[in-house]
């Protein structure tokens, strides 16, 4: 069994490199400057990949530093943790690397990007309870994890982002496509015009609005309340 199991993290780490590479040739210029690995960073990386947390706190007792470190495509063990579902394991980044919640890769992705890709609402809920702005991101392309969460199809992410962020159904990428435009499967398209049609604040205003986050996070604050008392 434990064979299986390495075997099949292995394809996820492996397929997982091949979407980087993919992403990062997509991406539009201005890419940041890579951060340098050290070896405690790579054994944090890499650990990281397989959810050993164990690992994580030896490597991070040794050198702290190595735990705010990232891989040459800008992926922190944050990124990792977010994009394999592994809760505990960015519990613990969280506590001690709070600022790697919202740490953007070379593209601009963001742990929020990638646990919306793969579904894992449970790491978007304590992305939402510990960086709530978090959601709320871009990546150089100006897709949200909104936009992730519906071109992937994954009903769990998106009931979890919207409920967190109401306002994310109006905000549109460099090409002008919001969540909308990108879903394919009529089970995501009817809820996300349910939740347009819930909304107390005009769509025009709120896509005006949707170019500044600080002034976006009150507002969805005030729209999750309206939601929840209607």
């Known amino acids: 069994m434990k ?20 992403s990062v040739k997509q991406a539009v210029p201005g890419r940041k400057d890579k951060e340098p690995v050290t070896r405690q960073t790579n054994a944090v990386i890499d650990a990281s990949m397989y959810g050993r947390l164990d690992d994580i706190k030896d490597a991070a007792q040794k050198d702290p530093a190595a735990l705010k470190g990232k891989d040459s495509d800008g992926w922190s063990a944050a ?52 960086d709530p702005g978090s959601l709320m991101l871009k990546d150089q392309l100006g897709n949200t994890p909104a936009h992730d969460a519906t071109r992937r199809n994954s009903m769990p992410a998106i009931l979890v982002l919207i409920e967190r962020c109401p306002s994310l159904i ?20 009817r809820f ?5 049609k819930r909304s107390m604040v005009p769509a ?20 999750t309340l309206y939601a929840r008392n209607t």
Request: charged residues 25%; glycine residues 6%.
């Open 3 to 22: 064979r299986l199991i390495g075997v099949h993290l292995k394809d996820i780490v492996k397929e997982t490199k091949s979407e980087k590479s993919k």
């Open 79 to 130: 990124h990792w943790a977010s994009r394999c579902g592994y809760l505990e394991l960015l519990s613990f980044i969280a506590d001690r690397a709070p600022a790697l919640l919202s740490a953007e890769a070379n593209d601009g992705t963001t742990p929020a990007h990638l646990a919306a890709s793969f579904g894992h609402s449970e790491i978007l809920s304590l992305l939402g309870d510990l």
């Open 170 to 189: 109006y905000v549109a990428n460099t090409e002008g496509l919001r969540p909308i435009d990108l879903a394919e499967r009529e089970e995501m398209r």
């Open 192 to 196: 996300l015009k349910d939740a347009e």
């Open 204 to 223: 025009v205003q709120l896509q005006t609005l949707a170019r500044d986050n600080r002034t976006l996070a009150a507002h969805n604050a005030v729209l």
